[in-house]
């Protein structure tokens, strides 16, 4: 079975600084994809950034990028400049990709809770 | 595209009720999943339905249950309600791009 580990329960960033959250998983198989979602104090889940394993170069979007090590199963996710509005729970999860997408669940890691200062 | 949809937002129970949630997924999004996050637990799969099928299932009793319509919206249906019970159901569906989008939750408290 497939696990997903964040290490880090509660991180801390300054506005305008950068944070990187860490993420660990382990799973057998070689094609999936990997994903961030923020989880803000409404509760509703939003996607941040994905990540497909057959894909070397890391996936960005503006502020936020991933550092994906496949050998090492590794998925960190780097937020600069960070905003106040990036407060939030961020959760790392894994999708397997198998042949004839059967299989739509997603593993998710514990969360990190990220504040940030003014 | 209108987003992922539950009803209700917040629900209030007693022991031993049932309880239906709903979710109405993005238009043309043929999939959708249900997830339990708790406190304790954090977020589990529960099950998901592609075209009024069950094709997933994760490790919770009987009692938890759902179904998926011909339009796409699909219910959970938790019988015998206990208070471990209580949880944010989350619903999430997903068309061709591999990604689920979620919606906002149902918050189940079990008296």
């Known amino acids: 079975a497939q696990t997903v580990t964040q290490s880090q329960p509660e991180m801390s960033v300054q506005e305008a600084e950068t944070v990187t959250l860490s993420c660990t998983y382990d799973t057998s198989e070689s094609d999936y994809y990997l994903f961030w979602y923020k989880q803000p104090p409404s509760r509703q889940m939003i996607l941040v950034i994905r990540?497909?394993?057959?894909?070397?170069q890391n996936a960005t979007e503006n502020r936020f990028s991933v550092n994906f090590q496949k050998a090492a199963k590794s998925f960190s996710l780097k937020i600069s400049d960070s905003q106040l509005g990036d407060a939030a729970m961020y959760f790392c999860?894994?999708?397997?990709?198998?042949?004839?997408?059967?299989?739509?669940?997603?593993?998710f890691g514990k969360g990190t809770l990220l504040t940030v200062n003014p | 595209k209108a987003g992922v949809t539950q009803t209700p937002r917040y629900l209030i129970k007693t022991r031993g009720q049932q309880v239906t949630l709903s979710c109405s997924p993005i238009s043309g999004h043929r999939s959708v999943s249900w997830y339990q996050q708790t406190p304790g637990q954090g977020l589990q799969f529960l099950f998901e339905y592609f075209s009024e099928t069950q094709r997933n299932k994760g490790n919770f009793p009987g009692r938890f249950s759902g179904r998926q319509f011909s339009n796409s919206r699909s219910e959970m249906n938790v019988s015998t309600l206990e208070l471990g019970d209580s949880a944010l159901y989350l619903c999430a569906s997903q068309g061709g791009s591999d990604t689920q989008y979620f919606g906002p939750g149902t918050r189940l408290t079990v008296l």
């Open positions: 990540q497909e394993a057959y894909k070397q």
């Open positions: 999860a894994y999708r397997h990709l198998n042949s004839g997408g059967s299989n739509y669940k997603l593993t």
